[in-house]
């Protein structure tokens, strides 16, 4: 059975509309099935970000009739309670609480309108943005928005979507005044001496526009966006919320299915408890994606266990365009602890010298690239991974015992306190590396101003995709992206988009008065088993393992097709297990993981074109340094 169909097995669970929901391959198919985006998604290049080769392979479901609405009845799952879908509880719901999240919700309830943002975690810091080191970019002195663009499309492999580089050149330091340099969301970047921002260098910027707080850039922006937004009277907070389907109605979206802890089910898991949840219906005009990526998808990521690639699974399942998903983006130094979760080692400590060396002190990273250490990420990652084969080592190590001690315990604080409850003294010694997945450069496809092609819903950050990042991202982008794009949602919907999606509703006279769908495609909470926690952790173990092996870094046609059938099969298993189980965050989570894994596996599979983070070696290759096909 093709990875396709598998994909479709768990994405098209839930009322039939009179046709089966079929992978589309080809822009063209893909932009002019769909009706009711056909629209809006005019073209595959220029005003959505997908990417520009030729061998891209886009994502949307289309059916025969109209995607699910209102007034179809599933067959299973438990009801929420009636109510008119134009009864909004909130002018914008986001869903994810990071940099692109926060950023949305802050900038909408500054400009008046009421925000429900969720998280499905406890702890409203397990996300992505709070785990960045490195830095957000801003300006050098002798900078331009023309010098940044030409450092963007470089590492992007010439892929990049220019307007929206030229977006994120222009508007990204207005963006860091407007809400990180001034107000309440103020951030406490280093400064020097004099008081003016430390600016530092990183790898393939040509300026040192890099700003940073210590070496945990990310907590510091992310705790004090989210601590505005907390204290702001128009957003409300919901923690330890899962996110199970987006809501549509008559083409649109309309909010999201969600899964709410019971009252006094504090503490432990659905699968402790035998369920503990109850799904209710947020509705809402206008509906923001910023769920993140999908690095804790592979076996070894420098991501939070938080990453598991929901947001492009509900996307697609709502009929949106998703695009470049074999652009998967692994870091080049993670510290390597066996038995141990991947730490990520920024790429601040390249840009301030930190050098790539093997067991005997050696420096190879200029043997594979002129820029040696501060080459591209997909570059440096190959660079490593190629001297392990040579070496048949189980690392390589990063060096910056070079540099005064007392600079860099001021300079990379956690990371030196990390290293050193792992034995190891950075000051003194090589930090054992290996690449890790770190960063997804594809996503649900948005234009300019974050609209998806589904009406009502908007993506940002590293779940969308602009095609900002082409086959690959420039170091220090993402913060400065899902700043960006958070922004320009809300703004947006403040100058006329929220008030369209309520007009547009509101004339419906078919949406008047009629009940959400409910949640199809599983037991209702408490009325199946719970599904054990051997068979999750089968299952998840599998599918690292696969893309791991087979979508890694480095990759073969072969092996690409391999892994391609045996996510068919365990996408198949996990639709079982999803059909029968009751309905808990853990059993909605493999689902979304099982469908994202499948997607990027079946977008590799069918590039030929190797670029980028997409590299694929000729299958005769015995070359260590790794040849691609052109």
Known sequence: MS???????????????????????????????????????????????????????????????AAPSVTQTPTRGPTPSPASATEFDTDLLVIGCGIAGASAALQAARLGMTVTMLSSARNVDDCNSFWAQGGIIYKAEDDSPDLLASDVHAAGAGLCNDPAVMKLAEEGPGRVEQVLLRGTSEVPFDRDADGRLSLCLEASHNRARIIHWRDETGKAITT??????????????????????????????????????????????????????HLKTIRAPATVLATGGLGDLYAHTSNPASAKGAGFAMALRAGAVLSGMEYVQFHPTTLHIPGQRSFLLTEALRGEGARLVDRRGRCFAKNYHPDGELAPRDVVSRTILSEMR??????????????????????FPSIYEHCLRQGLDMTVQPLPVVPAAH????????????????????????????GL??????????????????????????????????????????????????????AASGGGPVASAKALSSAWKDLRTILWED??????????????????????????????????????????????????AAAAASNECSVGTHFVEEEDDENDHGQARA
């Not at 080592?393 to 990063?398: G, N, V």
């Not at 960063?439 to 969308?464: H, Q, S």
Request: aromatic content about 4%.
């Open 469 to 522: 990042h082409g086959a690959n991202r420039l170091a220090s982008t993402s913060l400065l992206e899902g700043l960006v794009w958070g922004c320009s949602i809300a703004d947006h919907l403040a100058d006329r988009g929220n008030k369209d999606s309520k007009d547009g509703l509101a004339a419906s006279a078919e949406m008047a008065a009629l009940a959400p769908p409910r949640v199809p495609g599983t």
């Open 3 to 65: 990875t396709s169909h598998a994909i479709l097995r768990l994405a098209s669970r839930g009322p039939s509309t009179g046709g089966r929901r079929r992978l589309l391959t080809s822009a063209a198919a893909s932009y002019g099935s769909a009706s009711r985006n056909a629209t809006a998604a005019s073209a595959a290049v220029g005003q959505y970000g997908v990417a520009t080769n030729g061998n891209n392979r886009l994502f949307s479901l289309s059916t025969a009739a």
């Open 390 to 411: 040579l070496q048949r080592a189980p690392h390589m190590y990063l060096d910056i015992s070079h540099r005064p001690a007392d600079w860099i315990r001021g300079r």
């Open 551 to 600: 979508v890694g870094a480095v990759r073969r046609s072969s092996s690409l097709r391999e892994g391609a059938q045996l996510l068919s099969d365990l996408a198949d298993r996990c639709s079982r297990l999803y059909d029968t189980s009751a309905l808990c965050p853990e059993t909605v989570e493999l689902r979304n993981g099982v469908q994202t894994g499948a997607m990027i």
């Open 224 to 277: 004090t966006v989210q601590a505005a937004a907390a204290q702001h009277p128009n957003i409300r907070m919901m923690t330890s919320t899962t996110a199970v389907d987006l809501a549509l109605a008559a083409g649109q979206c309309v909010g999201a299915h969600v899964l709410i802890q019971d009252s006094g089910m504090n503490g432990g898991s659905g699968m402790d408890r035998g369920g503990g949840y």
């Open 439 to 466: 960063y997804f450069c594809g996503g649900v496809a948005t234009d300019l101003t974050g609209r998806t092609t589904v009406p009502g819903l908007f993506a940002a950050g590293e779940v969308a995709c602009t």
